[in-house]
T-cell receptor
Framework: DQQVKQNSPSLSVQEGRISILNCDYTNSMFDYFLWYKKYPAEGPTFLISISSIKDKNEDGRFTVFLNKSAKHLSLHIVPSQPGDSAVYFCAASPQMNYGGSQGNLIFGKGTKLSVKP | ETGVTQTPRHLVMGMTNKKSLKCEQHLGHNAMYWYKQSAKKPLELMFVYNFKEQTENNSVPSRFSPECPNSSHLFLHLHTLQPEDSALYLC????????????FGQGTRLTVV
């Protein structure tokens, strides 16, 4: 059973508009959430993260929102640019173990974002 | 030079072959990971090494054998694989003790014929 779910396999957005990517999780032990971006033929690259003690984290055009009661997080990209077209993975990490390693990640299946000029 | 380097980028092997995937990280991290990405499936954690010690094996078949000789290098030895093992194999590293994210290599695209 999937612990991290990205229910939208794809999303298409016009350049300049907002992109909203959603992610749901089932395990209440998760306490750190990350978004990764992946281009074809490349490994995932870290985009932005949020700790469970926060409900929002912003970095430039990217903002992640966390709703713990709903076990839901979302990534907002505004304004969207054609270069943002990629697959976006939501990932979650269980409560810190091994001294706080954030590599034991549970991933969603990803959402392919297409930003049209 | 990228932070996490994987070789080879592509590999085609027969079911009776033995091959190895290599991963090297230049970030000074002390934890390394193997992930597998199959078609239409999420990234799946296979093995975790912290300070060169294997701390996690997510029920991976024994035909996959990891090796971590030091904190900068990680290998995945492959033998008698099945066609369903064809996938993208990704290596990652992170720093234990600090809440840093994992950094991924570019992956090895493996095809078993």
């Amino acid at each position: 059973d999937q612990q991290v779910k990205q229910n939208s396999p794809s999303l298409s957005v016009q350049e300049g508009r907002i992109s909203i990517l959603n992610c749901d999780y089932t395990n209440s032990m998760f306490d750190y959430f990350l978004w990764y971006k992946k281009y074809p033929a490349e490994g995932p690259t870290f985009l932005i993260s949020i700790s469970s003690i926060k409900d929002k984290n912003e970095d430039g055009r990217f903002t992640v929102f966390l709703n713990k009661s709903a076990k839901h997080l979302s990534l907002h990209i505004v304004p969207s640019q054609p270069g943002d077209s990629a697959v976006y993975f939501c990932a979650a990490s269980p409560q810190m173990n091994y001294g706080g390693s954030q590599g034991n990640l549970i991933f969603g299946k990803g959402t392919k974002l297409s930003v049209k000029p | 030079e990228t932070g996490v380097t994987q070789t080879p980028r592509h590999l085609v092997m027969g079911m009776t072959n033995k091959k190895s995937l290599k991963c090297e990280q230049h970030l000074g991290h002390n934890a390394m990971y193997w992930y597998k990405q199959s078609a239409k499936k999420p990234l799946e954690l296979m093995f975790v090494y912290n300070f060169k010690e294997q701390t996690e094996n997510n029920s991976v078949p024994s035909r996959f054998s990891p090796e971590c000789p030091n904190s900068s290098h990680l290998f995945l030895h492959l033998h008698t694989l099945q066609p369903e093992d064809s996938a993208l194999y990704l290596c990652a590293s992170s720093q234990v003790g600090r809440g840093t994210e994992a950094f991924f290599g570019q992956g090895t695209r493996l095809t078993v014929v």
